[in-house]
T-cell receptor, first 114, second 113 residues
Framework: DGGITQSPKYLFRKEGQNVTLSCEQN?????MYWYRQDPGQGLRLIYY???????QKGDIAEGYSVSREKKESFPLTVTSAQKNPTAFYLC?????????????FGPGTRLTVT | AQSVTQLGSHVSVSEGALVLLRCNYS??????LFWYVQYPNQGLQLLLK??????LVKGINGFEAEFKKSETSFHLTKPSAHMSDAAEYFC???????????FGKGTKLSVKP
């Protein structure tokens, strides 16, 4: 089955530690996205990548970093500079051909930092 | 710039009643529009999409939405609510930078027995 996997489902870290969230897709999509979700705030775009070895900041990139070394993988690092990292993180992917912009989502990772 | 407004952060209906979730958008170009559903602690699942074909779009689980250009709306409806419809629903419009989607803040649907 094609899809997007995110691991782990739940992640706990101490304040001051960096943490990396995994996102893998086997849909052969060129574009990948990271969103942060907080109650009542909808989805906010952190970073996105349209092609391997290239990525752009979204609306709330401060305190986060990404890499795109392979088409299938788009890991997100939450650094100690992120002031309020506890949230639900969603990864998505889409094709860049056909222009319908439909995004497919992974199951999410809930990060708790104490 | 494109934007999406979902009216009502919480909607409550009785089982068997009509479901109506409202979405208005602003777009300088003909948009593509989407409705997604999210169950607790899960990712988003596409319900339906409008891509400039038929204005009445049918989706999964009995949901449908009508694109009304004159009203810049794309409201989601279902004739008869089921307990399993309780979830959060997000409307999205294409047109962000490099084709990104812009999401509304979501509407949480509760279904009472």
């Amino acid at each position: 089955d094609g899809g997007i996997t995110q691991s782990p489902k739940y992640l706990f870290r101490k304040e001051g530690q960096n943490v990396t969230l995994s996102c893998e897709q086997n849909l052969n999509h060129d574009a990948m996205y990271w969103y942060r979700q907080d109650p009542g705030q909808g989805l906010r775009l952190i970073y996105y990548s349209q092609i391997v070895n290239d990525f752009q900041k979204g609306d709330i990139a401060e305190g986060y970093s990404v890499s795109r070394e392979k088409k299938e993988s788009f890991p997100l690092t939450v650094t100690s500079a992120q002031k309020n990292p506890t949230a639900f993180y969603l990864c998505a992917s889409s094709t860049t051909s056909g222009a319908t912009y439909e995004q497919y989502f992974g199951p999410g990772t809930r990060l708790t930092v104490t | 710039a494109q934007s999406v407004t979902q009216l009502g952060s919480h909607v409550s209906v009785s089982e068997g009643a009509l479901v109506l979730l409202r979405c208005n958008y602003s777009s300088s170009v003909p948009p593509y529009l989407f409705w997604y559903v999210q169950y607790p602690n899960q990712g988003l699942q596409l319900l339906l999409k409008y891509t400039s074909a038929a204005t009445l779009v049918k989706g999964i689980n009995g949901f449908e939405a009508e694109f009304k250009k004159s009203e810049t709306s794309f409201h989601l409806t279902k004739p008869s609510a089921h307990m399993s419809d309780a979830a959060e629903y997000f409307c999205a419009v294409s047109g962000g930078s490099q084709g990104n989607l812009i999401f509304g803040k979501g509407t949480k649907l509760s279904v009472k027995p």
